[in-house]
């Protein structure tokens, strides 16, 4: 597989501000390999280093220490090749809301040293493709939420970038636009590009996604498709509530010991444990907290997801963590 | 050249920009004309009975007038930050665009409101009777823009590094007054008691006004008018390096 991005050791620390100085590290010694033609999601709470990492990777912010490549360019030495080559659609977007579809796409065309013609012929192209025909030529202030997020997406790929970096694509849309927006993204996949995204969104990644790399605390906490990482944690999960700490804590004692429990997590008044066949052993397991006198509130069984693999790496779940 | 190209593409944009948005190209002419309609003519009656004559006035209020209002693009950035908070500085700073050219086309776009603005004074200022040599006229309006340019970088530079209106407002307002009027704006510098007068020789501005009313007077040989220019194209390379270096730094 052909290595189209890879970092080595990348660390960004910010100065501290304020009377104590406390230094930030935002990315501490991040290795990451993205394969050309995937999809590869970085997931993490807002505040992990997800965007922090991002802006390394797209030029606007040098690193404190560590290294990469990226298209086959030396980030450090050589940004303005990596420029010419990458797609970036920032979380803000970034599109010039005083001017129209038509103008933005035009103008983005020409920084990326597009002759004039086919400029024009390029935004027609992409108003086109994104279905922009019937306010493509308004100014971009008036677009709906979902309308603006497409103008930003065209003017990441006017270039046709063989790389293309989207920073949270999704948040904030509506369920309708967020699956609009997913069939682009599987579109430009489809077209060759390679797409590097982050969200904490876990359907996201889930739909989305070839590979994941889970990042908290400023550290990758695991790397590999969606399917591995959900493996790794077992055939299905049973979570049961407690009514306090004590209760829990009882239960955890109770269930350590029990052979067709793969793994057990305590999360607050919860417990989650990990099995082959979650409807055959709910009952068993009710069995023994009964046996113990421990009241149960709650019980219920699913698929692992990508927030139980979140949870267990971390100890805490993306979806509190998030938003 | 790819410097030139970007420069004239994001140039054209901020002007269209600009050119959408009437209302402050209005605004911004109104100030001018307030300050001699409001202004110019308390000085008429000042001298005791007797009066200067009403050219005498114009030609000492006229430069000090636009260098004023050169001065006023330090106010420049504050559109300016809403573009940094949605994102297309970031757009164009991934993109190949030449950086120079991004802080060049902005503060080249505010150069034409500036000189609209002065040359708006300068008809006004004619119509109340200044009298002024051709020469003159063109060099203080080349002085007027380079203060202009050192002004309106300084402003985008302040912008990158806080990204805060409020921050900006306080930052400006902090040195906008005490620079302006130790730089014998509303009346010459000579007037004034001497700490004044040395603080004075501190402030970039004051050699640039001075040399403004040198050139009105025609007296293109004093060495007001060298130091003048010397000053503010030192201040103009100061503050682009300034604000080039805040835009390489924005997402810090």
Not at chain 1, 133 to 139: A, P
Not at chain 1, 236 to 252: L, W
Not at chain 2, 24 to 31: K, R, S, V, Y
Request: charged share 20%; hydrophobic share 45%; with cysteine.
């Amino acid at each position: 597989m052909d290595i189209i991005l890879q970092t080595n050791k990348l660390t960004k620390t910010f100065a501290g501000k304020g009377r104590q100085k406390k230094k930030v590290e935002a990315v501490k010694g991040v290795d990451l390999q993205v394969h050309k033609g995937e999809i590869f999601g970085f997931l993490g709470p807002n505040g992990a280093g997800k965007t922090t990492t991002l802006n390394m990777l797209t030029t606007l912010l040098a690193p404190t220490s560590g290294e990469a490549t990226v298209v086959g360019h030396d980030l450090l030495k050589n940004p303005q090749k990596v420029r010419e080559h990458i797609g970036y659609v920032s979380q803000a977007g970034g599109a010039d809301t005083s001017a129209t579809a038509k103008e933005n796409l035009v103008l983005q065309s020409r920084l990326y040293g597009i002759p004039s013609a086919e400029a024009f012929k390029k935004a027609e192209m992409l108003i086109d493709r994104f279905q922009m025909k019937e306010f493509g030529d308004r100014k971009a202030r008036t677009y709906s939420g979902g309308q603006r997020r497409r103008l930003d997406l065209a003017l990441g790929i006017v270039h046709k970038p063989v790389l293309v970096f989207l920073d949270e694509p999704t948040t904030g849309l509506d369920p309708q636009s967020r699956a609009y927006f997913w069939e682009e993204i599987k579109r430009l996949k489809n077209d060759g590009m390679t797409v590097f995204l982050t969200t904490h969104y876990l359907e996201e990644a889930d739909n989305l996604c070839d590979r994941v790399a889970i990042i908290d605390h400023g550290e990758i906490v695991a790397v590999d498709t969606t399917q591995q990482l959900k493996k790794q944690i077992g055939a299905e999960s049973i979570t049961v509530g407690f009514s306090n700490d004590a209760a829990t804590e009882k239960a955890k004692a109770a269930l350590s010991g029990q052979k067709f429990i793969e793994k057990l997590f305590p999360q607050e008044n919860k417990l989650h444990l990990y099995v082959q066949d979650g409807g055959s052993l709910m009952p068993e397991v009710l069995r023994i907290l009964d046996k113990e006198n421990i009241q149960v509130q709650t019980i219920g069984l699913s698929k692992p997801s990508l927030d139980d693999v979140f949870l267990q790496k971390t100890g805490r779940s993306l979806r509190e963590a998030g938003v | 050249m790819k410097f030139l190209k970007d420069l004239w593409y994001l140039f054209v944009r901020h002007m269209m920009k600009t050119l959408r948005m009437p209302l402050w190209l209005f605004i911004g002419l109104m100030q001018p004309v307030l300050y001699l309609l409001l202004y110019m003519p308390l000085l008429k009656n000042m001298s005791g009975g007797a009066g200067i004559p009403a050219d005498e006035i114009a030609k000492m209020f006229v430069p000090g007038m636009l260098v004023v209002m050169a001065m006023g693009q330090l106010f420049a950035g504050f559109s300016f930050i809403d573009e940094i908070r949605v994102g297309i500085i970031a757009r164009w700073l991934v993109s190949p665009a030449s950086r120079l050219s991004i802080i060049l086309s902005l503060v080249g776009s505010q150069k034409i409101t500036l000189f609209l603005q002065a040359s708006l004074l300068v008809f006004i200022a004619f119509l109340f009777g200044l009298h002024v040599p051709v020469l003159g006229l063109v060099l203080t309006m080349v002085m007027v823009l380079l203060v202009g340019v050192a002004m309106a970088s300084l402003s985008y530079a302040i912008s990158l590094a806080t990204k805060d209106e409020s921050a900006l407002a306080s930052i400006t307002n902090t040195f906008y007054l005490p620079i302006m009027l130790l730089s014998g704006i509303m009346l010459p510098i000579s007037v004034a008691p001497q700490w004044i007068k040395t603080a004075a020789l501190f402030n970039p501005f004051y050699y640039a006004v001075e040399g403004a009313r040198c050139l009105f007077d025609g007296d293109y040989g004093n060495t007001m008018v060298l130091k003048g220019f010397g000053v503010v194209i030192a201040l103009c390379v100061l503050m682009i390096w300034l604000a080039l270096r805040a835009l390489k730094k924005m997402a810090a």
